[in-house]
């Protein structure tokens, strides 16, 4: 099982920017999906974003649209979510997670998270 690892949260002031790093061991991430996700204290985990196996597809959720980008560079087995302008309401636990089809289909790999805290 490829095991992924999530990296770069840490405390951001508001406007500023983060990013954060999914990195695979263990196997490729190349054939992959791998979504982002967040869940803040008392709320349920949300989608934020994800990106097709070869990064010729992206797509976000509204609340950090134009916002944050997802790259990836298959080369690394790492898969990148860039946060600007960030929020106090971004403060969350984000986790990558990794699936076989962009479209639809069950995340089945997930990372162990990262703090990232957002100060007004």
């Known amino acids: 099982q490829v095991q992924l690892v999530e990296s770069g949260g840490g405390l951001v002031q508001a406007g500023g920017s983060l990013r954060l790093s999914c990195t695979a061991s263990?196997?490729?991430?190349?054939?992959?999906?791998v979504g982002w996700f967040r869940q803040a204290p008392g709320k349920e985990r949300e989608f934020v974003g994800r990106?097709?196996?070869?990064?010729?597809?992206?797509n976000y959720a509204d609340s950090v649209k134009g916002r944050f980008t997802i790259s990836r560079d298959n080369a690394k087995n790492t898969v990148y979510l860039q946060m600007n302008s960030l929020k106090p309401e971004d403060t969350a636990v984000y986790y990558c997670?990794?699936?076989?089809?962009?479209?639809?289909?069950?995340?089945?790999?997930w990372g162990q998270g990262t703090q990232v805290t957002v100060s007004s």
């Open positions: 997670a990794a699936r076989r089809a962009y479209l639809s289909g069950t995340y089945d790999n």
């Open positions: 263990g196997g490729t991430l190349t054939i992959n999906t």
């Open positions: 990106i097709s196996a070869t990064g010729g597809h992206t």
